[in-house]
Each structure stands twice: as C-alpha cells, then as structure tokens.
T-cell receptor, first 113, second 113 residues
Framework: SAVISQKPSRDICQRGTSLTIQCQVD?????MFWYRQQPGQSLTLIAT?????????ESGFVIDKFPISRPNLTFSTLTVSNMSPEDSSIYLC??????????FGSGTRLTVV | QKEVEQNSGPLSVPEGAIASLNCTYS??????FFWYRQYSGKSPELIMS????GDKEDGRFTAQLNKASQYVSLLIRDSQPSDSATYLC?????????????FGKGTLLTVNP
C-alpha cells in the first residue's frame, strides 16, 4: 500500500493565523482526501483533491477556509485559514489504494489558542 | 444523509475472549466496507475490507457482511491487550461519489489482561 508522509505532526497556533499541512505520497495517486477528526469524534471528509482541477468540498467546508493545492500526483497541501479554537482538531490526508481501502497519513494535531 | 452507526462502547473483554464489534449503515447501494483500528493519538490503520456477503477471515480477525440487513461486523478472536483501541467502521458511498467513505464514530475496545 502507499506510504504517506504528513507534516507537521502537531502545531500550536494563534487564532487568526493560518497553517499549511503537507502530504507526500510515495506513489502517484489520482485522488487525495483530507479529513478532520475533532476530539472524541469520527472522521469527517473535508474535500477531495484531484491533480489539475479544483478540489471538491463537502457540505460545511469552503475553499476560503480550507484552500487545497494539488500540484502533482504525489503531493497535496491543506491550509487552515484564519484559525479559531473551533479548528483545533486532527487533520489527516488519505489516498485510495485500488480496492484495498484507504491509507492515512500520520495526522496533524492542531491546537488553536 | 448517509449514516454509519456503531456502539460507542466501551466494550471490555478479558484477554483470550472473542470481541464482537457491530456496524449498521444506511446507504443500501454501498459495495465496500472497511474496518480501521485507531490507537489513541494515532491515525487509523486499515485492518479488514469486505465486499461480498458472508465471512472473510484474516488471522484472528473475521469480518462479516450482510447487505440485506445493512450490517457489517468484526470479530476478534483470542483478544490481546494490544487490540485495545477504537475500531472504526467505514462504508463507501454509492453512486457517482463511490470513492468517498463515511465513517462511524467508532467503538472503543478494552482487552483486560
């Protein structure tokens, strides 16, 4: 299965600032997914990122708040903009691997103070 | 709104026992079903996938699927303390967005030595 390197692993940020999270995959993949996992909750899909096109956002998530880049088939970034304490969460990138399910990066634990 | 329901637990079993984890889903057209294990502070790790009705065994793990009842389960035989984690059920969306997964909130399993 694919190996995903995600960074940073954690960060503490001031409200009103932005943080960019990076994911690097060791193989070319068509789609990359960005999830959020709030404390004690399950995973919620933020958006799907395809190379060469705009990301597709799920209901409740907007591009101005969570801009995504997908410059090539192995890399993507998610930016959390104008952060507030409610954005404190774990952010995960993921890729689909054939019919074998989805592999996740190690996650970014974000705390906004 | 597609839903995946799991008992939140905690489910507590003694070492060596069988742990039974259950999941129901609302999207009747779903075709792919996954079980993830998530240790505290870590990202989800795929442990089982199942696509056809019936049982699928992999080592100490058995996944069971009943599409008519919209029910999927995971059995862990000879449970070990290292199995203590949150288990997430994930189901793919049917239709044009079948690459997307909906996750349950997870069941916390504790295996007592």
């Amino acid at each position: 299965s694919a190996v995903i390197s995600q960074k940073p692993s954690r960060d503490i940020c001031q409200r009103g600032t932005s943080l960019t999270i990076q994911c690097q995959v060791d193989s070319q993949v068509t789609m990359m997914f960005w999830y959020r996992q709030q404390p004690g909750q399950s995973l919620t899909l933020i958006a799907t990122a395809n190379q060469g096109s705009e990301a597709t956002y799920e209901s409740g998530f907007v591009i101005d708040k969570f801009p995504i880049s997908r410059p090539n088939l192995t890399f993507s970034t998610l930016t959390v903009s104008n952060m507030s304490p409610e954005d404190s969460s774990i952010y995960l990138c993921s890729v689909a691997v054939g019919t074998y399910g989805y592999t996740f990066g190690s996650g970014t634990r974000l705390t906004v103070v | 709104q597609k839903e995946v329901e799991q008992n939140s637990g905690p489910l507590s079993v003694p070492e060596g026992a069988i742990a039974s984890l259950n999941c129901t889903y609302s999207d009747r057209g779903s075709q792919s079903f996954f079980w993830y294990r998530q240790y505290s502070g870590k990202s989800p790790e795929l442990i089982m996938s199942i696509y056809s009705n019936g049982d699928k065994e992999d080592g100490r793990f058995t996944a069971q699927l009943n599409k008519a009842s919209q029910y999927v389960s995971l059995l862990i035989r000879d449970s070990q303390p290292s199995d203590s984690a949150t288990y997430l059920c994930a189901v793919n969306d049917s239709g044009g967005s079948n690459y997307k997964l909906t996750f349950g909130k997870g069941t916390l399993l504790t295996v007592n030595p």
